[in-house]
């Protein structure tokens, strides 16, 4: 475990996955960041690379062969390597190889950076491509979860959630596990919302935030604690709790991409909002997270 540190801020991060063990402020003993429970969800800030969210049969089409590939790609599941340390700054690195060419027919360097900065840590990730005859096609987000709520004796049912901007969005909701952005609803957000379990009951809350910079903040009233989540640059961010099995975590999530559509034709070309890569370019995706 490593272990980041600045004069407001003590996090933890696994160094095989690349993901966030624990937040704390130096003013206030309390964990921040869900510590996974197997009973619910048991992951605790996973890495989504290649892919966002669910194919259509767990599998897609490319160059004439089909490869298949489970919910969120393989990062997370994957050792990264620590190519540099500092005492509030850590840069982790995966690239593909032999396993990952089974499911994943391409070159690719994933960077994941994370950084003290005053009162938040910030999230960096590099994408690059290395092959110099052939583009990269991937999606990339982040799936970071919080406790919630955060004061002895306050119920989950209390929690709320606010964004930035407050204004009504576009919601693309989820059939299963696939996307129907052809039917959008509207979600107003000028007043926080406050959420329960069943706020969950048909997947993730996704805002369409198509580009615009966009925080979330899940608060909990009874003591006024909780966390901001900052984006830039995202093309969705879901909130997300386990539903029906019923915990005191709720997740925000930045997304470069999205899970299949429900009508979509399984071929990697034709799929909604993934990302291309150059060949010898590279992409980068940042996002923070403030405890407060």
């Known amino acids: ?15 095989l996955r690349a993901q966030l ?7 206030d003993s309390r964990e921040y960041l869900w510590q996974g429970d197997p009973a619910s969800w048991g992951r605790q800030a996973p890495i989504l690379f290649p892919f966002v ?34 005492a509030d700054r850590v ?14 027919p391409f070159a ?3 960077q994941v950076t994370m950084t003290l900065v005053g009162d938040q840590v910030r999230i960096n990730y590099t994408v690059k491509n290395p092959s110099n005859q052939h583009s990269l096609i991937y999606a990339i987000g982040a799936h970071p979860g919080f406790n919630m709520p955060l004061t002895a004796g306050s119920d989950f049912d209390q929690v709320q959630l ?9 919601r693309i909701i989820l059939r299963g596990p696939y996307n129907d952005s052809n039917h959008p609803t509207s979600i107003d957000m ?3 919302l406050t959420i329960n379990h069943a706020t969950f009951k048909n997947d993730a809350v996704i805002f369409k935030t198509a580009g615009s910079d966009f925080a979330a903040t899940l608060t909990d009233p009874a003591g006024q604690h909780g966390v901001t989540v900052a984006t830039q640059g995202t093309q969705y961010v879901g909130v997300w709790s386990a539903y029906p099995a019923q915990a005191n975590f709720v997740c925000v999530e930045p997304w470069w991409g999205i899970a299949d559509n429900l009508n979509a034709d399984g071929q990697l ?6 990302h291309r890569l150059a060949p010898g370019q590279q992409a980068q995706y940042q996002f923070s997270i403030r405890p407060f």
Do not use: C, W
């Open 91 to 104: 840069t982790f690195e995966q690239h593909d190889d032999d396993q990952t060419r089974q499911v994943f």
């Open 108 to 110: 690719f360097s994933l």
């Open 269 to 274: 070309l034709h799929k909604q909002d993934m």
């Open 162 to 170: 606010s964004v930035q901007p407050a204004e009504e969005y576009s």
């Open 190 to 192: 000028h007043q926080p």
């Open 21 to 27: 063990h624990s937040i704390k402020r130096h003013d």
């Open 1 to 15: 475990m490593i272990t980041l540190t600045n004069d407001q801020l003590t996090v933890q991060v696994d160094e």
């Open 53 to 86: 969210g669910r194919l259509k049969d767990d599998q897609y089409v490319f160059g004439g062969h089909t490869y298949h590939q489970t919910q969120h790609g393989f990062a997370r599941d994957r050792r990264f390597a620590v190519v540099s340390q500092d």
